[in-house]
């Protein structure tokens, strides 16, 4: 089907086509023509018929990047311990939901107003934190209320399974007893220095061995295969980014963070009016001019004494917590600017931002450099995919798309199809091996999208079936095994025979070692010592759904962790 499907593409209408789906990924991205297909290419797994989708990996992965919980540079090894995580989500819901567990809306209140993260200094749940906590872990109440709801459900799933079991108490003291007790010992090891002679192995002996245990010496169905890897991360590490776009873009990231504020706020609508108020403002903007300190200027005149004595510190505020006008002013200043006046429901305001809640530009570079030269190639690799689809599609090796998209040929030693190393042990690309059209019809693999960087396409060079290794082959390996067994099977008889002296009465010319008060759960490691002590381990309490301690629900980690 694929050959004929490959002698259509050559007819003018094909090319029509391609021309069209090439167009549309120069101006729209590789996205543009998943979703023209269908979307089926952003499904990353499925779980009881529900899809986890590319987006929504993408987005835990992303949040665990900006919370720094994760290095960017480990982004690729976090993708599949997400992916783990979400399918184990999706199974804790549904055994949820299967179950009829609830949370009624009074639960949920309960929760939400016992959390630190939403109580004021007094301890006490406050609205406007609420709001502005949520946003800036980007959740709305609801959504938040949803996510909570969801976790919380999973929760008790957990919490059900780990609290089930139950014990007598004559078990438990029984238990008890058994695991306090200790026992003082001594022993030797027998090696194979302790046998009169060395074993012998004779061909006859390895036929035999060979023959019982042939499964043992089976190969497995392997290939060899060559492959092609398109690397945006690579593409990036040649630009050169100008030092200037770096600044412009930690300054543009600046504009979001939470920042430190002071203020000097004068009042009106009592003592003074409004006009009043702003000539009085506009003569302490005068002061400044002059270099006179704001917080000395906000201690002498601010009608806000909660923070004049403390220069007009406001400390770290986000968006949305004092109103419209007052963000539109703050996250327009950057350090050490001051704001024209500011009109709020309490007064006028000038505005200081004395800090960014945001790391110094020297340790961002890297990290900014990175995004900066990943987007400064991002079209370029998108039209490097489309060539690469199309090339490989239609050629008959890689040679060639190597060739002209100048790219390392790399050639795979013989492989299993669940023993692929490094990039061919990411998912689906030994499934792609050793399917039918690339294993047995000889055609290049479709292109594999590995993750949002990354793309692989593969053909298989050679391939041989599974099949048992002639003795000669494993020769080594099978006398290795059957002189162990030998000797094995020696030290045996001489360790009855010396257990037989010992119960006889007789004293042994060997060397003991001791081991004082071993207990039932520890690991007893002898030492060239005669004497030996080994330290008890403390008892692992890990069940199969985790330790016995309850974590916190995804959604208020998330909320922690922005």
Same mark, same amino acid.
């Given at each position: 089907?694929?050959?004929?499907?490959?002698?259509? !593409?050559?007819?003018?209408?094909?090319?029509?086509?391609?021309?069209?789906?090439?167009?549309?990924?120069?101006?729209?991205?590789?996205? !543009?023509? +998943?979703?023209?297909?269908?979307?089926?290419?952003?499904?990353?797994?499925?779980?009881?018929?529900?899809?986890?989708?590319?987006?929504?990996?993408?987005?835990?992965?992303?949040?665990?990047?900006?919370?720094?919980?994760?290095?960017?540079?480990?982004?690729?090894?976090?993708? @599949?311990?997400?992916?783990?995580? #979400?399918?184990?989500?999706?199974?804790?819901?549904?055994?949820?939901?299967? @179950?009829?567990?609830?949370?009624?809306?009074?639960?949920?209140?309960?929760?939400?107003?016992? #959390?630190?993260?939403?109580?004021?200094?007094?301890?006490?749940?406050?609205?406007?934190?609420?709001?502005?906590?949520?946003?800036?872990?980007?959740? *709305?109440?609801? !959504?938040?209320?949803?996510?909570?709801?969801?976790?919380?459900?999973?929760?008790?799933?957990?919490?059900?399974?780990?609290?089930?079991?139950?014990?007598?108490?004559?078990?438990?003291?029984?238990?008890?007893?058994?695991?306090?007790?200790?026992?003082?010992?001594?022993?030797? *090891?027998?090696?194979?220095?302790?046998?009169?002679?060395?074993?012998?192995?004779?061909?006859?002996?390895? +036929?035999?061995?060979?023959?019982?245990?042939?499964?043992?010496?089976?190969?497995?169905?392997?290939?060899?295969?060559?492959?092609?890897?398109?690397?945006?991360?690579?593409?990036?590490?040649?630009?050169?980014?100008?030092?200037?776009?770096?600044?412009?873009?930690?300054?543009?990231?600046?504009?979001?963070?939470?920042?430190?504020?002071?203020?000097?706020?004068?009042?009106?609508?009592?003592?003074?009016?409004?006009?009043?108020?702003?000539?009085?403002?506009?003569?302490?903007?005068?002061?400044?001019?002059?270099?006179?300190?704001?917080?000395?200027?906000?201690?002498?005149?601010?009608?806000?004494?909660?923070?004049?004595?403390?220069?007009?510190?406001? @400390?770290?505020?986000?968006?949305?917590?004092?109103?419209?006008?007052?963000?539109?002013?703050?996250?327009?200043?950057?350090?050490?600017?001051?704001?024209?006046?500011?009109?709020?429901?309490?007064?006028?305001?000038?505005?200081? +931002?004395?800090?960014?809640?945001?790391?110094?530009?020297?340790?961002?570079?890297?990290? #900014?450099?990175?995004?900066?030269?990943?987007?400064?190639?991002?079209?370029?690799?998108?039209?490097?995919?489309?060539?690469?689809?199309?090339?490989?599609?239609?050629?008959?090796?890689?040679?060639?798309?190597?060739?002209? &998209?100048?790219?390392?040929?790399?050639?795979?030693?013989?492989?299993?199809?669940?023993?692929?190393?490094?990039?061919?042990?990411?998912? @689906?690309?030994?499934?792609?091996?050793?399917?039918?059209?690339?294993?047995?019809?000889?055609?290049?693999?479709?292109?594999?999208?590995?993750?949002?960087?990354?793309?692989?396409?593969?053909?298989?060079?050679?391939?041989?079936?599974?099949?048992?290794?002639?003795?000669?082959?494993?020769?080594?390996?099978?006398?290795?095994?059957?002189?162990?067994?030998?000797?094995?099977?020696?030290?045996?008889?001489?360790?009855?025979?010396?257990?037989?002296?010992?119960?006889?009465?007789?004293?042994?010319?060997?060397?003991?070692?001791?081991?004082?008060?071993?207990?039932?759960?520890?690991?007893?490691?002898?030492?060239?010592?005669?004497?030996?002590?080994?330290?008890?381990?403390?008892?692992?309490? !890990?069940?199969?759904?985790?330790?016995?301690? *309850?974590?916190?629900?995804?959604?208020?980690?998330? &909320?922690?962790?922005?």
């Amino acid at each position: 089907m694929l050959q004929s499907i490959r002698d259509r !593409s050559r007819s003018w209408g094909a090319k029509i086509i391609i021309g069209a789906v090439v167009v549309t990924m120069a101006l729209f991205g590789v996205e !543009s023509l +998943v979703g023209l297909i269908g979307g089926s290419g952003d499904e990353v797994a499925k779980v009881n018929g529900q899809s986890i989708t590319r987006q929504e990996l993408e987005t835990e992965v992303q949040r665990a990047i900006r919370s720094g919980q994760v290095p960017p540079e480990q982004e690729r090894a976090l993708r @599949g311990q997400v992916l783990d995580e #979400l399918i184990g989500e999706r199974l804790l819901t549904a055994f949820a939901e299967d @179950g009829g567990l609830h949370l009624s809306d009074e639960q949920l209140d309960q929760v939400i107003v016992t #959390l630190p993260e939403f109580q004021n200094q007094n301890g006490r749940f406050d609205a406007d934190l609420f709001r502005n906590r949520l946003a800036s872990a980007g959740f *709305t109440p609801s !959504s938040f209320r949803a996510a909570l709801r969801v976790d919380l459900k999973r929760q008790q799933v957990q919490q059900g399974l780990i609290t089930s079991d139950f014990s007598l108490e004559s078990e438990r003291q029984a238990l008890a007893a058994l695991q306090r007790q200790t026992r003082t010992f001594r022993y030797h *090891t027998l090696s194979a220095g302790d046998l009169a002679e060395p074993v012998e192995v004779t061909e006859q002996d390895l +036929v035999a061995y060979y023959e019982e245990n042939a499964d043992r010496y089976r190969r497995p169905e392997q290939v060899r295969l060559e492959y092609l890897v398109l690397d945006r991360q690579e593409m990036a590490e040649a630009v050169e980014v100008d030092e200037e776009e770096i600044r412009r873009a930690w300054e543009t990231r600046g504009q979001d963070v939470d920042r430190r504020v002071s203020h000097i706020m004068v009042a009106f609508n009592g003592e003074r009016d409004r006009e009043e108020a702003a000539s009085r403002l506009e003569g302490i903007r005068a002061e400044l001019a002059d270099g006179e300190d704001f917080a000395e200027l906000a201690l002498r005149y601010s009608d806000d004494p909660t923070t004049a004595e403390q220069g007009g510190d406001l @400390g770290t505020i986000s968006r949305g917590f004092f109103g419209d006008a007052f963000d539109e002013a703050a996250f327009a200043l950057g350090p050490g600017q001051v704001s024209d006046i500011v009109e709020t429901d309490s007064g006028l305001h000038l505005l200081k +931002v004395t800090g960014l809640d945001q790391a110094p530009l020297e340790e961002m570079r890297e990290e #900014l450099e990175r995004e900066l030269a990943l987007a400064q190639v991002s079209d370029t690799f998108n039209r490097r995919v489309q060539t690469l689809i199309d090339e490989s599609f239609a050629a008959d090796d890689l040679a060639s798309v190597a060739e002209q &998209l100048e790219l390392d040929l790399q050639q795979s030693d013989w492989v299993a199809r669940d023993a692929g190393e490094g990039v061919l042990s990411e998912p @689906g690309v030994m499934q792609e091996a050793f399917s039918e059209d690339v294993l047995v019809e000889g055609f290049n693999s479709d292109v594999i999208e590995l993750d949002e960087d990354r793309r692989l396409v593969l053909r298989v060079a050679e391939h041989r079936d599974a099949t048992v290794l002639p003795l000669d082959e494993v020769r080594d390996r099978v006398t290795a095994t059957v002189e162990r067994r030998k000797q094995r099977e020696a030290l045996l008889e001489v360790a009855r025979a010396q257990v037989e002296l010992l119960r006889e009465g007789e004293a042994l010319d060997i060397e003991w070692r001791r081991v004082e008060r071993a207990a039932r759960q520890q690991d007893n490691e002898s030492s060239p010592s005669r004497e030996c002590r080994s330290s008890p381990r403390g008892r692992d309490t !890990s069940t199969p759904f985790g330790r016995t301690s *309850t974590p916190w629900p995804n959604s208020i980690t998330r &909320l922690r962790a922005s």
